[in-house]
């Protein structure tokens, strides 16, 4: 009798793991698979990284790839094509595709970054630095084109040095190449995101000076945007990766740096969680993140400023052209 009470048990033990083992399976058929082509792999994303980690995407029903493309024009080249259904750039990309092509266009539903995300780095410590000793320097900016490299124009511009004409600002180094072509000895400073200006100071190859968002002022610096026509036929998924940002932007906001570290450290297995918790710690006090999805009409008149300003803006559009705040606002109620 113990043993027919012994194999009664062990069949039903096996049928709960099966049922289990067979509920999880279709849980997981029902996420929505999507992919983020990201314009670099950065601290200054650390939200997006912190929803990935703490499972914000799952509980909104998507499985998320994140996806390196270097570049805000091959990030633009991979949502266009359909290569991936979202992307992370510098919000200038949709504006350019506005301009040539109005027939279906790429439009921003969520920002993540409200403020330049680079640091002058300079080769020799400067406890008393300031814009105008950049005059007659030579400064590698950066992509001819892209925010950072046009933020790095508008701040010189600012403080009275006048690109190209009372410094050299080099445009021809690729974004990942720029911190090994400053550490070989190009050029007198170089804008360098995080961790790799941390890691560049540390290493004492460099030193940071300034912080250019800083310098700068609010601009929406980095967004998520897709296909307009995507975005009419797949509104849910949207809505759902809009939510999951914002999870991720309020989480950052309401921690510590060493917290945020150790949370988005998956992401950056080749960095120092120190090294982590000191950017996340420069991040928060520059006021470098979002705390809610939604793009100002100020803000976005401002980064048409500074593309003007660069001779990169084809002609000005209208922030509702190329912005749209439903899902932003949504996800905050």
Same mark, same amino acid.
């Given at each position: 009798? @113990?043993?027919?009470?012994?194999?009664? %048990?062990?069949?039903?033990?096996?049928?709960?793991?099966?049922?289990?083992?067979?509920?999880?399976?279709?849980?997981?058929?029902?996420?929505?698979?999507?992919?983020?082509?990201?314009?670099?792999?950065?601290?200054?994303?650390?939200?997006?990284?912190?929803? @990935?980690?703490?499972?914000?995407?799952?509980?909104?029903?998507?499985?998320?790839?994140?996806?390196?493309?270097?570049?805000?024009?091959?990030?633009?080249?991979?949502?266009?094509?359909?290569?991936?259904?979202?992307?992370?750039?510098?919000?200038?990309?949709?504006?350019?595709? =506005?301009?040539?092509?109005?027939? #279906?266009?790429? *439009?921003?539903?969520?920002?993540?970054?409200?403020?330049?995300?680079?640091?002058?780095?300079?080769?020799?410590?400067?406890?008393?630095?300031?814009? &105008?000793?950049?005059?007659?320097? =030579?400064?590698?900016?950066?992509?001819?084109?892209?925010? $950072?490299?046009?933020?790095?124009? =508008?701040? @010189?511009?600012?403080?009275?040095?006048?690109?190209? /004409?009372?410094?050299?600002? #080099?445009?021809?180094?690729?974004?990942?190449?720029?911190?090994?072509?400053?550490?070989?000895?190009?050029?007198?400073?170089?804008? @360098?995101?995080? $961790?790799? %200006?941390?890691?560049?100071?540390?290493?004492?190859?460099?030193?940071?000076?300034? &912080?250019?968002?800083?310098?700068?002022?609010?601009?929406?610096?980095?967004?998520?945007?897709?296909?307009?026509?995507?975005?009419?036929?797949?509104?849910?998924?949207?809505?759902?990766?809009?939510?999951? /940002?914002? *999870?991720?932007?309020?989480?950052?906001?309401?921690?510590? +740096?060493?917290?945020?570290?150790?949370?988005?450290? +998956?992401?950056? +297995?080749?960095?120092?969680?120190?090294?982590?918790?000191?950017?996340?710690?420069? =991040?928060?006090?520059?006021?470098?993140?979002?705390?809610? $999805?939604?793009?100002?009409?100020?803000?976005? #008149?401002?980064?048409?400023?500074?593309?003007?300003?660069?001779?990169?803006?084809?002609?000005?559009?209208?922030?509702?052209?190329?912005?749209?705040?439903?899902?932003?606002? *949504?996800?905050?109620?």
């Amino acid at each position: 009798m @113990l043993n027919v009470k012994k194999t009664v %048990a062990v069949i039903l033990l096996t049928v709960m793991v099966a049922l289990l083992s067979f509920g999880c399976e279709k849980a997981d058929e029902k996420l929505v698979k999507i992919t983020v082509s990201e314009v670099a792999h950065s601290v200054f994303y650390a939200p997006q990284y912190a929803a @990935l980690s703490l499972g914000f995407f799952e509980e909104e029903g998507l499985e998320v790839t994140v996806i390196n493309s270097n570049g805000a024009d091959k990030v633009m080249s991979a949502v266009l094509s359909g290569d991936v259904q979202i992307g992370l750039s510098g919000p200038e990309a949709c504006i350019y595709v =506005y301009s040539a092509d109005k027939s #279906d266009y790429a *439009k921003v539903f969520a920002q993540l970054t409200k403020r330049d995300g680079s640091f002058l780095v300079a080769r020799e410590p400067d406890s008393d630095f300031a814009w &105008s000793k950049l005059a007659g320097k =030579y400064i590698i900016g950066g992509r001819a084109g892209g925010v $950072p490299e046009m933020t790095v124009e =508008y701040v @010189l511009r600012k403080n009275g040095v006048e690109p190209h /004409v009372d410094c050299t600002v #080099d445009t021809s180094i690729q974004f990942a190449a720029m911190a090994g072509a400053f550490i070989g000895g190009t050029g007198d400073y170089v804008a @360098l995101f995080e $961790p790799t %200006a941390t890691a560049v100071e540390q290493e004492g190859k460099g030193y940071i000076v300034a &912080s250019i968002g800083q310098e700068s002022g609010e601009i929406p610096y980095t967004a998520y945007y897709a296909m307009e026509s995507y975005m009419k036929e797949n509104p849910e998924v949207i809505q759902s990766f809009t939510n999951a /940002v914002y *999870k991720g932007m309020q989480w950052i906001d309401t921690h510590t +740096p060493r917290e945020v570290a150790e949370v988005i450290a +998956p992401h950056f +297995p080749d960095t120092d969680i120190n090294v982590l918790e000191k950017v996340a710690e420069r =991040y928060k006090e520059i006021d470098a993140w979002n705390k809610t $999805p939604s793009m100002t009409k100020d803000a976005f #008149d401002r980064l048409q400023d500074v593309i003007e300003q660069a001779g990169q803006l084809p002609a000005r559009v209208e922030f509702y052209d190329v912005v749209t705040n439903e899902y932003a606002e *949504k996800a905050v109620k």
